[in-house]
Antibody, heavy 114, light 107 residues
Framework: QVQLVQSGAEVKKPGASVKLSCKASGYTFTRFPIHWVRQAPGQRLEWMGWINAGHGNTKYSQNFQGRVTLTRDTSATTTYMEVNSLRSGDTAVYYC???????WGQGTLVTVSS | EIVLTQSPGTLSLSPGERATLSCRASQSVSSYLAWFQQKPGQAPRLLIYDVSDRATGIPARFSGSGSGTDFTLTISSLEPEDFAVYYCQQRSDWPVTFGQGTRLEIK
């Protein structure tokens, strides 16, 4: 069955960068895009962007354009999200999800604190 | 971007009762409206997509309806495991957006 497994929790200082991973299994990785969504404490879900796992094309929310980079490694069936210039407001759980949002990773907690 | 507004913010009901959750979009989302359930410490779970299609494995007590800008998620008879937060989502236009959620709590 489709499974997305994300990397572990991270603690970063303001201004730092973080790179998260999402490993996919159970389907042909290059056929479908992967979304990234975040949820700050007590807040609604916020879509950040997606990457076409086959071509590598990306689309980002304007809220994150220029600060977030999505990449993928087809041999590892893994997508990556790097977030730069972290600030306290980036403290959140970050999820990856399949193209129709029908499968989600378990989430990665990123804490930004000095 | 399309703003989704859910009501009520919190709904207090008892097991066996019927739950009706609403989602209003700032502009038409055609039929690209989905509903998710989220429990504490868990990822969201897709319940309904394209307004009224149940996702794989979702019980028949969950149903969706609506069109254009006004949508409803109905749970016909609440089970104890249904108490959670529910989010609507639109994929009609970029960026994908979510509502602020409705918390369904046990009365």
């Amino acid at each position: 069955q489709v499974q997305l497994v994300q990397s572990g929790a991270e603690v970063k200082k303001p201004g730092a960068s973080v790179k998260l991973s999402c490993k996919a299994s159970g389907y042909t990785f290059t056929r479908f895009p992967i979304h990234w969504v975040r949820q700050a404490p007590g807040q609604r879900l916020e879509w950040m962007g997606w990457i076409n796992a086959g071509h590598g094309n990306t689309k980002y929310s304007q809220n994150f354009q220029g600060r977030v980079t999505l990449t993928r490694d087809t041999s590892a069936t893994t997508t990556y999200m790097e977030v730069n210039s972290l600030r306290s407001g980036d403290t959140a759980v970050y999820y990856c999800a399949t193209v129709n949002f029908d499968s989600w990773g378990q989430g990665t907690l990123v804490t930004v604190s000095s | 971007e399309i703003v989704l507004t859910q009501s009520p913010g919190t709904l207090s009901l008892s097991p066996g009762e019927r739950a009706t959750l609403s989602c209003r979009a700032s502009q038409s989302v055609s039929s690209y409206l989905a509903w998710f359930q989220q429990k504490p410490g868990q990822a969201p779970r897709l319940l309904i997509y394209d307004v009224s299609d149940r996702a794989t494995g979702i019980p028949a007590r969950f149903s969706g309806s609506g069109s254009g800008t006004d949508f409803t998620l109905t749970i016909s008879s609440l089970e104890p495991e249904d108490f959670a937060v529910y989010y609507c989502q639109q994929r009609s236009d970029w960026p994908v957006t979510f509502g602020q959620g409705t918390r369904l709590e046990i009365k």
